[in-house]
Every structure is written in structure tokens, then in C-alpha cells.
Nanobody, 128 residues
């Protein structure tokens, strides 16, 4: 069955960096866009960044543009989220997600939250 496993979360000071990883298994991940979403306490889950199957198309939330970079290694079935210049408002549980179809675009997935499967999440806390 389809499985998405996140890792790399933790506690970091403002201005610091973290790299999240999402390992996909149970499906042909390199045919699908993959995305990162986050949920802060008391807030709705929001799309952070998504990447197309080939890696040629990406989407970023305005709040993370210029600070976060999404990438993927299809040989390893892994998607990464490099997070730099972290701010306290980046705190939350970060989820890896796959869309319901290989035809789903990164815009539909990230902006429309068109998601078929979720990982279990990894906590990111930005605090001094």
C-alpha cells in the first residue's frame, strides 16, 4: 500500500535551517507530484510547497518563497524540503502528501489541497 514517511523535524532557533525528507513507497512515486503541507496549532492545514513528478515544476506558498526549496530524487523515491531562515511562524506539524492522480498538477495539489494520501507528520518548532 502507499506509504509516505517524513523525517528531519526538530527544534531550531529563529534564523536556523532544517531539511525534511519524505520517503515514498508502495507506488510508482516518480509518476506523481509530491507536496509538503503544514498545520500550526489552531490553524488549518496549508500547502507549503509541491513538486511535479519530473521536478520541473514547483509551487511555493508566498510565506516561504525565497527561504524554502523543494527537490526530489526519484532514484531514491524521496522528496526534500530545505528550510532556511526559519521563523517562529513556521512552527507546526509538516506533512508529506501525494495526490489522488498522477495527472494532478502542483497548483491543484498545493493551492487546492487536492491530496489522496498523507504521511504521519513531523514536528518543526522554531523558538529561541
Amino acid at each position: 500500500h502507499l506509504q509516505l514517511v517524513e523525517s528531519g523535524g526538530g527544534l531550531v532557533q529563529p534564523g536556523g535551517s532544517l531539511r525534511l525528507s519524505c520517503a515514498a513507497s508502495g507506488f510508482t512515486a516518480d509518476y506523481y507530484a509530491i507536496g509538503w503541507f503544514r498545520q500550526a496549532p489552531g490553524k488549518e492545514r496549508e500547502g507549503v510547497s509541491c513538486i511535479s513528478a519530473s521536478g520541473g515544476s514547483t509551487n511555493y506558498a508566498d510565506s516561504v518563497k525565497g527561504r524554502f526549496t523543494i527537490s526530489r530524487d526519484n532514484a531514491k523515491n524521496t522528496v526534500y524540503l530545505q528550510m532556511n531562515s526559519l521563523k517562529p511562524e513556521d512552527t507546526g506539524v509538516y506533512y508529506c502528501a501525494a495526490p489522488p492522480s498522477s495527472f494532478t498538477t502542483v497548483q491543484a495539489m498545493c493551492v487546492g489541497t487536492l491530496v489522496g494520501s498523507w504521511g504521519q507528520g513531523t514536528q518543526v518548532t522554531v523558538s529561541s
